[in-house]
């Protein structure tokens, strides 16, 4: 696997994996590879702390509401508790983790289709490369690599800045775990997007594993008794990367499967019915996303900042132009990696429906807010295309907190943003947590393609793609909405 470089200390996203030469080319190093923060926390101590006493998955749950995972080693196993994976009795993980690897195994070996082994007395007017029949096993095989070549497509363009994410290991895995999951769920198969929720997944896993190597090699693992030293080494066995990868992805995706979905005579009847300078409420209400969009604007952003709701509505800037990518990558290309992982501990253990992302994306736009109200529509919708960066996720995740639940969670330390020099200003002392002050300025890079949701009219390489769907496909309802923000972009101009 490759290497990337990356100062994770700088965002308090401690190194779990400073590995030895060794260990390092098969993993990921950050650029401060100080063993010492390493080992700070013994490993033995981390995982009794976490997984050894009663009541594990609340305790998880309130540790990671708490930002208390940034630097856990063992985060796949709390995403696995979290997603329910593993259940929340310790002693039922191996059982339970050898039953879904079984399990996995088995999917293979029925989804794997090759006509060349298969049992030669069928019929022959079907059972040739010719064939169209439905039934003929050729013509499943020629579907089956269009599918996977279109997957690839999208494999290859992820996270382009890390390294690790282009190896061709960690590719041929994303492909499998992709295909097997549109062979499993053929009502939704695969849509451009979901390459982007599996890779943390299986970013989280490999370093997880490999801070089981660097344990390993440091002596931590002699402190554990025999049994549990052997279960932690069933749990994070890399050989098994790809079947735990396609059951914590299967469980992102039941949360939000809706949102890669749509009616299709619904779309038909906005293509007819469409008004250039509708409303956001009357665009995109037929899907299970352009409801969660319409509710997150109508009774949370205009309940919690008037201000803000106001003033998209009379830029006529309609959530769904921004707010499909946001919510189908889980704000995967809106925040780097290390702080992503922590939005998604959170998400995660708040609750299976993932309640938490309406509050994400409410304080999102809570944090910008005065950037937003000072700008006129061009401006306004390119900080909502490409959310500026230097803001602290720990403010947002806080604030979003308070939003769901202002009894249980103080709001915190009101903060603005420097959108032109991206660094933090506290503007009041309140009664909640105190944030960080430290200057952070973290470049996203710019080869990633940041086009996946709604077209907007910012330039962009001809090679990126425009939509969150496969290949040529469009969904109408984007293409509808597209097209509003176009001709209200040409009307600004004249």
């Known amino acids: ?32 590879s100080d063993s010492s923060q390493t080992c700070s926390k013994k490993y033995s101590e981390e995982w009794f702390s976490l997984f050894e006493r009663g009541e594990i998955s609340s305790r998880l749950k309130e540790k990671a509401l708490r930002l208390e995972l940034a630097d856990c080693r063992f985060r796949s196993i709390c995403w696995k508790v979290f997603l329910e994976c593993l259940p929340d009795s310790r002693s039922d993980w191996i059982i339970t983790t050898r039953a879904m690897r079984h399990k996995y195994e088995s999917m293979l070996a029925k989804t794997c289709h090759n006509p060349r082994v298969e049992v030669e007395d069928l019929d022959l007017t079907y059972n040739n490369p010719l064939s169209q029949e439905e039934r003929s096993p050729w013509n499943r095989y020629f579907e089956d690599s269009e599918l996977r070549i279109m997957i690839k497509q999208d494999v290859i ?50 370093n997880d594993q490999q801070a089981f190597l660097h344990a390993l090699e440091l002596g931590y693992i002699r402190e554990f008794p025999d049994s549990l030293r052997d279960d932690i080494r069933e749990l994070l066995n890399p050989d098994y990367t790809e079947h735990d990868a396609f059951f914590l ?37 037929h899907n299970g996303l352009g409801v969660k969009l319409c509710r997150i604007n109508q009774a949370m952003l205009k309940a919690h900042d008037l201000a803000i709701y106001t003033h998209l509505e009379n830029m006529e800037i309609p959530l769904h132009v921004f707010g499909i990518r946001w919510l189908r990558l889980l704000f995967g290309r809106e925040f780097i990696l290390p702080e992503l992982l922590i939005l998604w501990d959170a998400i995660f253990a708040d609750s299976l429906a993932f309640n938490l992302v309406d509050y994400i994306f409410v304080s999102m736009l809570i944090c910008i807010r005065k950037p937003l109200l000072n700008s006129d529509y061009a401006k306004c919708l390119s900080y909502l ?54 200057t952070r300025s973290f470049g996203r890079s710019t080869g990633r393609p940041t086009t996946l ?23 109408d309802e984007e293409s509808v909405a597209s097209r509003g923000v176009k001709v209200r972009t040409l009307q600004h101009r004249s």
């Open 249 to 285: 992805f299967s469980q992102v995706m039941d949360a939000v499967e809706s949102w890669y979905s749509w009616n299709e005579n619904y779309v038909k009847l906005d293509q007819f019915s469409f008004m250039p300078f509708a409303k956001t409420s009357t665009l995109g209400l």
């Open 1 to 32: 696997a490759g290497v990337i470089a990356m100062d994770t200390s700088l965002l308090g996203f401690d190194s779990i994996d400073s590995l030895s030469s060794h260990h390092a080319s098969n993993g990921l190093r950050t650029a401060n």
């Open 157 to 206: 363009r992820t996270f382009p800045e890390i390294e690790f994410f282009q190896t061709s290991d960690v590719q041929a895995m994303m492909v499998n775990v992709l295909f097997y999951y549109a062979r499993q769920h053929p009502q939704i198969s695969y849509r451009q997007g979901m390459h982007e929720l599996l890779a943390p997944i299986i970013f989280v896993l490999h």
């Open 453 to 475: 949701g709604i077209q907007a009219p910012i330039s962009r390489a001809n090679s990126e793609p425009t939509t969150l769907e496969s290949g040529s496909e469009v969904s």
């Open 385 to 438: 295309m490409k959310y500026p960066a230097g803001r602290n996720v720990t403010y947002i995740l806080q604030l979003a907190l308070h939003l769901k639940d202002p009894r249980k969670y103080l709001k915190p330390v009101e903060q603005e943003f420097d959108v032109y020099s991206p660094k933090l200003v506290t503007k009041i002392s309140g009664r909640g947590l105190v944030a960080s002050e430290a």
